[in-house]
């Protein structure tokens, strides 16, 4: 992670004093859907980041089509950068993952299918 983007990051002040700091990016469990805005659309607007994989675990303060919502915002801000999720919670996050089919994002079971797909349509493969 270049030390521009991690200041953007600080900047925002929505990240967590714990957040990684590096690729990947952990915003830690208990990130609100204003996190999650902050970090998807700071990555998506650097210009050496060419797509994103978005993974959430569920937590209880989790937020599941509230971030879907964020996911298709940031989707159509910066559609030329490919966005894949692995939104993991079962039955509790399904609503969510409909959102994300209905907008074209695709979202994954797995995090190793979702770097497939993300390498893919970055012409990594």
């Given amino acids: ?60 303060m989790t937020g599941p089509l509230e971030d879907a919502k964020i996911v298709v915002e940031a989707h159509k801000k910066f559609p030329d950068k490919p966005i894949v999720c692995v939104f993991m919670g079962g039955k509790f996050t399904d609503p969510s993952i409909q959102f994300l089919h209905l907008n074209n994002i695709p979202n994954y079971n797995d995090p190793v299918k979702g770097a497939r797909a993300i390498a893919a349509l970055c012409g990594l493969l």
Wanted: positive net charge; aromatic residues 4%.
């Fill in 1 to 60: 992670m270049r030390s521009g983007t991690l200041a953007k990051l600080d900047a925002s002040g929505q990240m967590h004093p714990a957040y990684s700091k590096r690729n990947p990016l952990d915003i830690v469990g208990d990130a609100l859907p204003a996190r999650y805005a902050a970090a998807i659309n700071t990555l998506l607007g650097e210009d050496y980041v060419k797509g994103l994989i978005v993974i959430q675990t569920l937590q209880t």
